[in-house]
């Protein structure tokens, strides 16, 4: 049985991992896809302490080899469910039960889909939620980028560096993302912003050949040529695996020690309801929910 199992290696798993390594804890840690969380979508990070700035992938890799140069253990499974059990947790997947005396929810979160004709059957054939991954399909090409938030403002900075034009429609009537970045995108002569505007559908025979796009002030609706849309209109929690308190969107409620509605339970990261979701904050949730996780199994034995 470990003391530890740490569901998601995204900066507050490996964190996470990284204290309870020095902890002496026998931690295991489940990923489903690969270490770094959304930290790998990110072309730059610029707000990271003592580091002006440095690709998210980069930044990623230096965590996880930190973490597995304290002799942290990454396995790559999916996990389906955890389910409490009287000496603490089988964390489940399709292969195996995995027993532990306590388990860290660190799972974060994937990108919220716009919910329009044509997203879903044109994804991965100029709909895409990563930049980072499809942007080099799309040199000297037009691209549309939806949202106001940092995610649709840093994706849009980068892609002016690649694609011929960069249109952004944003719903408002401006940015919701940090000032630093709204500055970029508007100096940057290949991009176009389209204000108080929205996506209707997305269209396209065998991969994207134009948008629909709504004036929300108007109306009325017109019809723009581009090749790619980048959709960063939000996330959604990857917590339905677990059974504890969540608010009405899904993420799980903890108090500031980490530890949710369950016993021996803590999350950590982006999968957290909380205000403020960056490689920074989940930085520190993973250290204290790994650190409130050694004072609880401590007490347990002392008890």
């Not at 044109?122 to 399909?137: E, I, M, Q």
């Not at 999968?271 to 929910?289: F, H, S, W, Y």
Request: net charge negative; glycine share 12%; hydrophobic share 40%.
């Amino acid at each position: 049985m470990y003391d530890l199992v740490i569901v998601g290696a995204g900066p507050a798993g490996l964190t996470a991992g990284i204290y309870a390594m020095r902890a002496r804890l026998n931690t295991l840690v489940l990923e489903r896809s690969q270490p770094g969380g959304t930290a790998l979508l990110s072309p730059v990070v610029e707000n990271y302490p003592g580091i002006p700035s440095i690709a998210g992938a980069e930044l990623a890799q230096r965590m996880r080899e930190h973490a597995e140069g304290l002799g942290l253990k990454i396995e790559f499974e999916r996990v389906e469910g955890v389910k409490g059990e009287d000496e603490g947790f089988l964390v489940q997947t399709p292969s195996r039960e995995v027993a532990t005396r306590s388990v860290i929810i660190a799972t974060g979160e994937r990108p919220k889909p716009l919910g329009v004709p044509g997203e879903s059957e044109l994804r991965g054939r100029g709909v895409s939620y990563c930049a980072t991954c499809d942007g080099f399909f799309f040199v000297d090409r037009k691209v549309l980028v939806v949202g106001g938030g940092n995610s649709a403002l840093t994706e849009a900075i980068y892609l002016s560096g690649i694609a011929r034009k960069v249109y952004i429609a944003h719903r408002r009537d401006r940015f919701r993302g940090e000032r630093i970045y709204q500055e970029r995108v508007l100096s940057k002569p290949n991009v176009e912003v389209l204000w108080n505007t929205v996506v209707e559908s997305i269209e396209g025979k065998d991969a994207v050949e134009k948008v629909v796009l709504k004036d929300t002030n108007t109306g009325s609706t017109k019809e723009l040529e581009v090749d790619g849309v980048f959709i960063y209109v939000g996330n959604v929690p990857l917590t339905g695996m677990v059974e504890c308190e969540k608010d009405e969107g899904g993420y799980i409620i903890t108090d500031e020690r980490m530890r949710t509605s369950v016993e021996g339970m803590f999350a950590a990261g982006d999968c957290r309801a909380k205000r403020l979701r960056q490689i920074t904050t989940a930085v520190a949730d993973g250290a204290i929910a790994a650190t409130e996780a050694a004072q609880y199994l401590q007490l347990r034995v002392s008890g």
